[in-house]
């Protein structure tokens, strides 16, 4: 599979996640995050290490990247939170927003932990986020240091599960890790037959939860998801990403097309925008919960639509425009010139 179509594959489940009880919800993200390590370490060895302040230029590009889509959607969850009950009273009333959240509604750093945020799926951003600003080190670290910079890294990110458990960054820097020591060392990279045997396992074993009646609490979840499920589907979730990196880094050797850079662009824009009719829905038309099953997919079929078009329009009118002139910012920072990575910008 493509970079670009992979990314917007990720995306989709996560789309799936909130709109249905199928608990698959934080794998795509785990594999979002060891990407993400991947493409990192690839654009600071080929692009911004050559840039003038390589870190400051880095770091503009970063948020740059992020800021547009983010304060878009932000601002649209924001309105329908605070200004939209103001018109039209809600069936059921939004979660008080505290200081912080309104910090974190424009900066990103401290989503994952504010209380009330309104666009929930932005707490990975802040993970993100927060993993820029270390990335450059963790690179310097491994390039001199790999074994002992990895060891550092799981110090810290299992003394960071034992205290924080999935509130801070260091939790996730493994995933992060992942990516960087395969885009560092080429023949990490899986063959073909461990990459498609991985996807293969991966689509197997959430087969077999979802067949095996024992099985099934574990995987599906939704609003009243029972002790079983909270207990064990983080645990799922984790296996089944480990399961599927080998599937996920394959990816980055496929050369993109345009089309399948759009998609990349894409993944981003439907990540985040897909939450602002679920947002809606859940406070103004709580009737549906009760509906049937076949008459809820009828009605939910068209949202989910509705969030891939939006995906589209923010990608190809907000998106990609920003990041024209980002890259041009970072273009004009260039001291020299370096081959780039194949697969999709990143």
């Known amino acids: 599979m493509s970079p670009g179509a992979f990314r917007f594959f990720l995306a989709t489940v996560v789309l799936v996640f909130h709109y249905s009880s ?40 970063r948020i740059w990247r992020l800021a547009p889509v983010f304060l878009l959607c932000s601002f649209i969850a924001l309105a329908i939170t605070m200004i939209l009950p103001l018109i039209v009273t809600p069936q059921v009333p939004f979660a008080t927003i505290d200081a912080r959240a309104w910090v974190s509604s424009l900066l990103i750093l401290g989503y994952n932990t504010a209380s009330g945020v309104p666009l929930t799926p932005a707490w990975s951003l802040d993970i993100e986020l927060q993993f820029y600003f270390v990335a450059p080190l963790v690179i310097v670290l491994l390039q001199k240091r790999p074994a002992l910079a990895v060891g550092v890294c799981l110090a810290v990110s299992a003394a960071s599960i034992t205290l924080f458990y999935d509130r801070a960054f260091m939790s996730y820097l493994p995933w992060f890790v992942a990516g960087i020591l395969t885009a560092k060392y080429p023949a990490l990279k899986p063959a073909k037959p461990l990459a498609l045997g991985s996807g293969a396992v991966t689509l197997l074993t959430i087969a077999v939860f979802a067949a095996v009646p024992a099985l099934r609490p574990v995987l599906f979840g939704g609003a009243h998801h029972s002790a079983l499920y909270a207990d064990y589907n983080p645990l799922l979730n984790i296996g089944l990403a480990v399961l599927a990196l080998p599937f996920a880094f394959a990816t980055v050797s496929v050369r993109s097309s345009r089309f399948d850079r759009f ?35 009828l009605v939910t079929v068209p949202v989910v639509a509705l969030s891939f078009v939006l995906s589209a329009a923010i990608t190809q009118y907000v998106d990609r425009p920003c990041s024209r002139v980002r890259e041009r910012f970072v273009k004009q920072r260039r001291t020299a010139e370096r081959p780039a990575p194949v697969g999709v910008t990143y």
């Open 22 to 61: 199928f608990g698959v919800g934080h794998t795509p993200v785990y594999l979002f995050f060891a990407l993400s390590g991947y493409w990192v370490y690839s654009m600071w060895t080929h692009k911004y290490e050559s840039t003038r302040d390589p870190y400051v230029t880095f770091m503009i590009s």
């Open 263 to 297: 998609l990349s662009d894409a993944s981003y824009s439907l990540y985040l925008v897909h939450w602002l009719p679920l947002l809606f829905l859940s406070h103004y038309a709580t009737q549906l919960g009760g509906l049937p099953a076949p008459t809820r997919v």
